[in-house]
């Protein structure tokens, strides 16, 4: 073995890999935060007066 093999075996590293478009075990736990934008409505100064149906 070379100095090299013999240090990536010490680290243990065997290679290099990825896990795109791979099924990961136990990667279906947690929960997204979606930010869902905010509707604001006009309650003063409104067309027809303060005593009417809000729109929606």
Not at 8 to 27: C, D, E, I, S, W
Not at 35 to 53: I, S, T
Request: positive net charge; aromatic residues 8%; charged residues 25%.
């Amino acid at each position: 073995m070379t100095e090299e093999e013999q240090m990536n075996a010490m680290l243990g590293f065997g290679g290099f890999g990825t896990t795109k478009g791979k099924a990961v075990a136990g990667n279906n736990v947690g929960a997204a935060n979606i930010k869902k934008q905010r509707k604001f409505r006009q309650y003063m100064n409104r067309k027809g007066g303060f005593n009417r149906l809000l729109d929606k």
